[in-house]
């Protein structure tokens, strides 16, 4: 693939995912993302010959690696920093979109599947969210917190981070983000100092 190939097919993934995070899943279609990412129809058919589908999943992916590797640089200078910089994250997303954009992850998570098998973007969906998860418990699992605790509490930040950033799109405000931040912070803390 070409340099050139490679920025059209990236730009329409990206293109989905802002999509996603905006209108969710059912109302992003593939004429509208190609409209979006500024690339001709065609390409959505040659990058993703199995349709919307197979972009959807990837935008996913790519949502969840994005997000994946900020919080792997700041998860290095310990949990509460990680959790600083995922909190941070998707506050910018959701003030600088001016209330208009939101997590594509949890878009894709919060549509009913079209048949009783799981959609390949939904299991990709999962895959994120467990990622974030692994990430922030490990980190800290590294500062002394018991395995399953530190699972937990990850799972909690995680729920909490995506219930959150809905709340701030509905009220229109950045305050549950931060109110969110505060009590997560707090119990990042007791955690690693018991």
């Not at 993934?13 to 409209?35: H, P, Q």
């Amino acid at each position: 693939m070409t340099n050139s190939s490679t920025t059209v097919r990236q730009r329409i993934v990206a293109g989905a995912a802002d999509m996603m995070s905006r209108r969710g899943l059912n109302a992003t279609s593939i004429r509208e993302t190609a409209k979006h990412a500024r690339a001709p129809l065609g390409s959505t058919y040659h990058y993703f010959p199995e349709g919307k589908q197979q972009l959807v999943t990837e935008a996913v992916r790519y949502t969840g690696e994005w997000t994946a590797a900020s919080l792997r640089r700041e998860l290095e200078a310990g949990p509460v920093a990680g959790l600083g910089a995922f909190i941070a994250l998707w506050r910018r997303i959701v003030v600088d979109s001016g209330f208009r954009a939101g997590c594509p992850v949890l878009a894709v998570s919060v549509e009913e599947p079209p048949t009783d098998e799981p959609p390949a973007a939904l299991l990709a969906a999962a895959d994120v969210f467990t990622e974030w998860e692994n990430l922030l418990a490990g980190s800290l699992r590294e500062h002394g917190v018991e395995p399953r605790k530190a699972a937990q509490l990850a799972t909690l930040v995680v729920a909490a981070v995506e219930g959150t950033v809905a709340m701030c799109r509905a009220k229109r405000s950045p305050q549950p983000l931060d109110d969110t931040a505060e009590q997560l912070r707090d119990l990042i803390l007791a955690a690693i100092t018991d």
